[in-house]
């Protein structure tokens, strides 16, 4: 006997309510949440007032209502480009990742150990949106260029707008929130971001995943030297935001390898090795950076190479 499977994505509205008929079924009539029973059921632990800590966007409830939304997508295989696609248990999945995501919740929902993720920085020229928030698979063909366009403007997510942040967060809420249930319980996220968004990434994680459940911003450096910033202001590192869900340990580090360190001089600061200070920029290009070093204890004098400084 041949099982029919449901053509849409899990619904994660409906699996969120269940669980809370669960903890609470007294906060129920006639079907639907009671949120005065609701509160009475939490106690002090429901938070009063119209002014709290929090963050809000334009489109926010836009982008809550997108994860409610099921999607009638398939995942078709490639046995044509896959290698022994019947032996292996990798899978490269190509397509709008918010539709594979909901995709991803029925079988995967739970069980994934780790998530990194690198999404658009938002420098001004990454990503396209939808001007009506509105993403399903129709939305994301048409304005991704692979369908015509039918009322839906195409358009970089430049400073001048007037939803620069709010269209990222859109972008961002509803992938995160999947990726979250994702996750088994012991397990980690990881998200590269750069100073853009860094904060409203922080942010949305928090809401997400919770803010005990914060685990650390990794400073990562990009590039080996400095660049020429307009205003004398180099940056030259990225983060990386990592968050756990409840059971996380702890990572698997590995031990420095000193094998290039020595201490031939008996330095009180320890084991050091040599390396080279200078930058490929010449004397006229940078002034205040070009001298020659002169040893205290000595008085000898090292002439700077008028070709770095």
Known sequence: MVEKMPLTSEDVLGARMQQLRE?????????????EK??????????????????????KSEAVRNIQTPSVATLVPDREESVE????????????NLEVLKLLQKGYHGRVKMIYIDPP??????????????????????????????????????ETSGRYHSKWLNMMYPRLFLARNLLREDDVIFVSIDDHEVYNLRM????????ENFLASFTRKRRASSAMADKLVSVDHEYVVAYHRSGFGSLLGVQKDYSGYANPDDDSNGPWTPGDLTVGMGKDLRPNQFYDLVDPSTGQTFPANPNRV
């Open 38 to 59: 609701l509160k009475q059921a939490l106690g002090e632990e429901v938070t009063e007032g119209r002014e709290r800590y929090g963050l809000s966007w334009a489109g």
């Open 121 to 158: 920085y938002n420098t001004g020229n990454e990503f396209i949106y939808p001007d009506n928030f509105r993403e399903g698979i129709d939305d994301y063909l048409r304005y991704s260029g692979q369908v015509n366009g039918d009322g839906i403007k195409r358009s970089t997510n430049t």
């Open 204 to 211: 949305l994680m928090n809401e997400i995943f919770g803010e």
């Open 23 to 35: 903890l609470f079924p007294e906060a129920f009539t006639e079907g639907k949440v009671d949120f």
């Open 85 to 96: 696609f019947d032996a292996t248990e990798n899978l490269f999945i190509e397509g709008d």
